[in-house]
């Protein structure tokens, strides 16, 4: 990857999001946030400046969970950055209670499968305009615990936290592996991986006892740059530039759960996903 690589991440004010930002920085590559809060996305730029000396980083404002600020963002970086290197999706969320977005989906769902797959087709233009574009979806093990049933993707008939959140990280794989396979002979692989247990503000949404839960877990995770070396792992190094449809963690292509390799399934959670969002391949 180039110094004047065009990288842009999703979810880059916290956690995994930012170290990984701070990360690619140092490689000299223009950065593009995307973010849903203007003042930490500021603070976020200044502090990948001050720690690394990259000042090339540029601000894109807009909430995941709206489907029309997911086509807004993807505006502002195909007008911006008509050729985009990387496309890391990140941003994520997880839920204690089912709630809904704007658009009426449920909002885990949203965020975690279905802004990656709305950008990423929104964007694809630019990303073969890139000789080399790599585009890489953080998915988690947790995937292992998700099943999904299409004829209740927003499990509104039970609801069961980190069975809804697995669903999610098994659709950021499903998709991937599918995306793969429609990009085969172009310019551009698609990959993901499993961070590892990371202390991040994941989950933190969730109110006082969530949060506190979470600090005092803390020590017993990984650091957020450890849970980002993979994924900047797989945004810039040569050994994986031919690598595509593989799921990594700790920078190794590993195996992901049966049903993940299933393109029947593969395939219809495209449609459904099509369906839910009127974007289309």
Excluded at 31 to 36: F, K, P
Aim: aromatic letters at 6%; glycine letters at 8%.
């Amino acid at each position: 990857m180039t110094n004047d690589a065009v990288v842009v991440v999703t979810g880059a004010t916290s956690g995994i999001g930012r170290a990984a930002a701070i990360g690619i920085a140092r490689s000299g590559a223009r950065l593009v946030l995307v973010a849903r809060d203007g003042a930490r996305a500021a603070d976020t730029a200044e502090d990948i400046a001050r720690t690394t000396g990259n000042r090339n980083v540029d601000v894109v404002l807009g909430d995941l969970a709206r489907q029309d600020d997911v086509r807004s963002i993807a505006e502002m970086l195909r007008t911006r950055h008509p050729r985009i290197d990387v496309l890391l999706n990140n941003a994520g969320v997880v839920n204690l209670r089912h709630t809904t977005t704007a658009d009426g989906i449920e909002t885990t769902f949203a965020v975690n499968h279905l802004a990656y797959f709305m950008l990423t087709l929104l964007v694809r233009d630019a990303l073969r305009a890139s000789p080399h574009a790599r585009i890489v979806n953080v998915a988690s093990d947790a995937h292992r615990w998700g099943r999904l049933d299409f004829d209740d993707l927003g499990n509104a008939r039970r609801y069961r936290t980190m069975r809804v959140y697995g669903q999610s990280k098994l659709c950021n794989i499903l998709f991937t592996y599918e995306l793969a396979r429609r990009l085969a002979g172009a310019t551009v692989t698609a990959n993901c991986l499993h961070p590892g247990a990371v202390a991040t503000r994941l989950g933190q949404n969730n109110g006082r006892v969530a949060t506190v839960l979470t600090k005092l877990l803390a020590p017993f995770f990984r650091s957020p740059e450890g849970g980002a070396d993979t994924a900047v792992h797989l945004a810039l190094s040569p050994e994986v530039a031919g690598t595509t449809g593989a799921y990594f963690a700790n920078r190794r292509a590993i195996r992901s759960s049966r049903v993940s390799y299933d393109e029947a399934v593969q395939r219809r959670l495209w449609d459904a996903s099509e369906a839910l969002t009127g974007v289309r391949w």
